[in-house]
């Protein structure tokens, strides 16, 4: 079955960087894409952004350019999310899912089990 | 970007009451919208995708309706595992938006 597994909680000061990892199994890590969602503490979702394991193809939200990055590593089955000049607001348990398709329907199918990053001087 | 408005925020319900979530898009969206259940302190796990479709797996008594900008998510009956927050999310373009979320609490 597939299974997104997540790095663990990371705490970090106001204008360092954080990396969180997501590994995957259960599946060819290429068929589908990894999409990064965000919940602030007690709030909603935010969509993030997604990469293509396949070719590397990428889009972000615009309010994240310039401070995120996602990369996937295809001999790990393992993807990445940088989250650079963390501020305050970004404090929030980061999800990896797996974004499927159902002819031009997408979604996202599987969860990673999120990683909480908390941002505090 | 496309705004989701969920309504109402929150419900109060019975056991085996009959329960209509509503999302409504800023813009026609079609039929990309999507549904998800999350309960506290776990990830969100797909309901209904494509509007109206029945992720495997997921109980019979969730369904899904409506096109353009007005979205329904129905549990027929309620049972006690359905007690949890809903999103609507739509995927027609990015940014990808999901809805506030309803909170489904006993009465």
């Known amino acids: 079955q597939v299974q997104l597994v997540q790095s663990g909680a990371e705490v970090k000061k106001p204008g360092a960087s954080v990396k969180v990892s997501c590994t995957a199994s259960g599946y060819t890590f290429t068929t589908y894409g990894i999409s990064w969602v965000r919940q602030a503490p007690g709030q909603g979702l935010e969509w993030m952004g997604w990469?293509?394991?396949?070719?590397?193809?990428?889009n972000y939200a615009q309010k994240l350019q310039g401070r995120v990055t996602m990369t996937t590593d295809t001999s790990t089955s393992t993807a990445y999310m940088e989250l650079r000049s963390l501020r305050s607001d970004d404090t929030a348990v980061y999800y990896c899912a797996t974004l499927h398709t159902s002819g031009p329907f997408e979604y996202f199918q599987n969860w990673g089990q999120g990683t909480l990053v908390t941002v505090s001087s | 970007d496309i705004q989701m408005t969920q309504s109402p925020s929150s419900l109060s319900a019975s056991v085996g009451d009959r329960v209509t979530i509503t999302c409504r898009a800023s813009q026609s969206i079609t039929s990309y919208l999507n549904w998800y259940q999350q309960k506290p302190g776990k990830a969100p796990n797909l309901l209904i995708y494509a509007a109206s479709s029945l992720q495997s797996g997921v109980p019979s008594r969730f369904s899904g309706s409506g096109s353009g900008p007005d979205f329904t998510l129905t549990i027929s009956s309620l049972q006690p595992e359905d007690f949890a927050t809903y999103y609507c999310?739509?995927?027609?373009?990015?940014?990808?938006?999901f809805g506030q979320g309803t909170k489904v609490e006993i009465k």
């Open positions: 999310q739509q995927s027609y373009s990015t940014p990808w938006t």
């Open positions: 990469i293509s394991p396949y070719n590397g193809n990428k």
